[in-house]
């Protein structure tokens, strides 16, 4: 494998902040990926980094240190719907890999 | 928006019966995808394809064969199914061919597949 490791859980309180973290080994990828799971659904794309830096998408932002094969997805202004899973993939070789996921759960 | 349906939610199958999962994309996408997701794995490749009857073996093909004949459809085959399959199977596509080897578009899943093996 790739070796992308991330904690396996987090639990954090409506209206904070919460940053989730992806680390990898660096000779592998070619940008790295960010998906949002809900229990039972489909991961569903939230973010790419391409590039070193912090993107950000509204309430979302990642940020990418390719040098360092390290990501992190933040989360503002939590809601209880962004009680998910959260799971970064690196794409390399015509694959992606994925890591094992981040659970995060938003109490109120 | 694009559409990967699979063609059943739930299975329960019995040890040594051929299955067939099924998967389409209604977005002219290139490149399509099987994993398996298990608590504590992750998601495990099994088997993609970029182009039409074209595959390649992912990270644990063994028990698993697959077949792209139209490029909006692409089967998971257990041939003689096994507990050790029971899984969440997702399809899933992406439009492009790598670029250095490397994809810079996402993944666009369906909703899975619950397989049992009993």
């Known amino acids: 494998g790739q070796n992308i490791d991330q904690p396996t859980e987090m639990t954090a309180t409506e209206g904070a902040i919460v940053q989730i973290n992806c680390t990898y080994q660096?000779?592998?990828?070619?940008?790295l990926f960010w998906y949002q799971q809900h229990a039972g659904e489909a991961p569903t794309f939230l973010s790419y980094?391409?590039?070193?830096g912090l993107e950000e998408k509204g309430r979302f932002s990642s940020f990418l240190s390719r040098s360092k094969g390290y990501s992190y997805l933040l989360l503002k202004e939590l809601q209880m719907k962004d009680s998910a899973s959260y799971l970064c993939?690196?794409?390399?070789?015509?694959?992606?890999?994925f890591g094992s996921g981040t659970k995060l759960n938003v109490k109120p | 928006d694009v559409k990967v349906t699979q063609s059943s939610r739930y299975l329960v199958k019995r040890t040594g019966e051929k299955v067939f999962l099924e998967c389409v994309q209604d977005?002219?996408?290139?490149?399509m995808f099987w994993y398996r997701q298990d608590p504590g794995l992750g998601l495990r490749l099994i088997y993609f394809?970029?182009?039409?009857?074209?595959?390649e073996k992912g990270d644990i093909p063994e028990g698993y064969s697959v077949s792209r004949e139209k490029k909006e459809r692409f089967s998971l085959i257990l041939e003689s199914a096994s507990t050790n399959q029971t899984s969440m199977y997702l399809c899933?596509?992406?439009?492009?061919?790598?670029?250095?080897?490397?994809?810079?578009?996402?993944?666009?899943f369906g909703n899975g597949t619950r397989l049992t093996v009993t």
């Open positions: 899933a596509s992406s439009p492009g061919h790598p670029q250095g080897g490397s994809y810079n578009s996402p993944l666009h």
């Open positions: 660096t000779s592998g990828f070619n940008g």
């Open positions: 980094n391409v590039l070193d």
């Open positions: 993939a690196g794409p390399r070789n015509n694959k992606f890999y």
């Open positions: 977005m002219d996408h290139e490149n």
């Open positions: 394809s970029y182009d039409v009857k074209m595959k």
